[in-house]
């Protein structure tokens, strides 16, 4: 089955930096776009950043300037490098991986991992 996993989070200090991976697993033959959003308690989750398949990338307002999301194709992962961070980014941060072409999923599906907690604290 396929499978997204996320790592790299933990806490760090207002001004620090982390950078979080998510790497897809299984028998994939193609993902389309990929992304990240966050969720803090008691808020809707939000968009963060998104990478297509050709290496675009779009940012929601609130990181511009301070992420950067990349990827590398042949391993099937997205990279979200989180630069300047303050204590409102403090959430658990969710990688999706648009249109994913697998051996079970030979019509494309939509899939998200299960997330890794950043806190940001001061």
């Known amino acids: 089955q396929v499978q997204l996993v996320e790592s790299g989070g933990g806490l760090v200090q207002a001004g620090g930096s982390l950078r979080l991976s998510c790497a897809a697993s299984?028998?994939?033959?193609?993902?389309?776009?990929m992304g990240w959003y966050r969720q803090a308690p008691g808020k809707q989750r939000e968009w963060v950043a998104t990478i297509t398949s050709g290496g675009s990338t779009v940012y929601g307002d609130s990181v511009k300037g301070r992420f950067t999301i990349s990827r590398d194709n042949a391993k099937n992962t997205v990279y979200l490098q989180m630069n300047s961070l303050k204590p409102e980014d403090t959430a658990v941060y969710f990688c999706?991986?648009?249109?994913?072409?697998?051996?079970?999923?030979?019509?494309?599906?939509?899939?998200w991992g299960k997330g890794t907690l950043v806190t940001v604290s001061s």
């Open positions: 299984g028998s994939i033959f193609s993902i389309d776009s």
């Open positions: 999706k991986a648009n249109r994913v072409v697998a051996a079970t999923a030979p019509f494309g599906m939509d899939l």
